[in-house]
């Protein structure tokens, strides 16, 4: 974070609330999603003969939202069309929702096979947190947020978790649209301007700036610096333990 961005500095040490997305900001969860849509896609893509899936199709198509929105979004990059399908379809389906629980029930191997860790500095970051008395927060479009939280061990850092099964609960819209962060906030009690945005995805970066939060932070895992600013970063940090210098100290608030 630039030393010089006072307005930034002062809306760190201000916020009452930290809310984080999770997927490449809290776990390296989004490695164990891209093995999982790869391994959807490329398969799937090749039998259409279209252009190949690639990583930037995870960027650009995928990152940030809800399974059937990210499945949608690439199949309407290639030009295939295909029934919409249920939630309760087969993974085996060939519709829209078919694919995408084709697509969880290869995340659910990934997780159970290897595990996942908390990124270093944002197991920092939520150590220092934790005596200040700041909310924290988790909003993921995942439907396997409670599962990841709890194999990465940091459930009990987490106040209030909005995910996609409570999004799809409540009728949220999928990320860039500002509703899920926008719940986590009403649901810890606090107007969004007293809350801290943590993103690594386009979508997600514009959510947090189309709800008006007080700062939004873009964590470059791969999306670019540049671009996470032009979709609505305040500032961008390429690791979570550089937000540290500029937590409040002091008595905790309430």
Same mark, same amino acid.
């Given at each position: ?128 947190? $934790? ?14 947020? $409670? ?29 860039? $649209? /500002? ?12 107007? /969004? ?24 932070? +873009?964590?470059?895992?791969?999306? +670019? ?19 540290? /210098?500029?937590?409040?100290? +002091?008595?905790?608030?309430?």
């Amino acid at each position: 974070m630039p030393s010089n961005d006072t307005s930034a500095d002062v809306r760190l040490r201000s916020a009452r609330a930290f809310l984080f997305d999770l997927d490449g900001v809290l776990t390296p969860t989004v490695e164990v999603h891209m093995r999982a849509w790869e391994r959807l896609f490329a398969p799937y893509l090749a039998a259409h003969r279209v252009a190949p899936y690639t990583v930037e199709d995870y960027h650009r198509l995928v990152d940030g939202r809800p399974r059937y929105d990210g499945v949608r979004a690439v199949l309407e990059d290639r030009h295939i069309r295909i029934p919409e399908g249920g939630p309760d379809d087969p993974p085996d389906a060939d519709t829209v929702h078919g694919l995408g629980n084709r697509k969880n029930a290869e995340f659910s191997a990934e997780l159970a096979e290897n595990g996942i860790a908390p990124y270093s500095g944002s197991l920092r970051l939520l150590d220092a947190l $934790a005596p200040t008395g700041i909310r924290v927060a988790v909003v993921t479009s995942s439907r396997n947020g $409670a599962s990841v939280l709890k194999a990465a061990g940091i459930a009990d850092r987490v106040e209030v978790l909005v995910d996609g099964i409570v999004a799809a609960d409540d009728h949220l819209r999928g990320k860039p $649209a /500002p509703d899920a962060f926008l719940d986590a906030a009403r649901r810890l009690g606090l107007p /969004p301007e007293e809350g801290v945005v943590l993103e690594d995805a386009l979508s997600g970066v514009a959510a947090g700036h189309a709800g008006g939060f007080g700062l939004v932070v +873009g964590v470059d895992r791969g999306a +670019g610096a540049d671009a996470l600013r032009a979709h609505g970063a305040d500032i961008a940090v390429s690791d979570l333990a550089e937000l540290l /210098p500029w937590l409040p100290t +002091g008595t905790p608030r309430t």
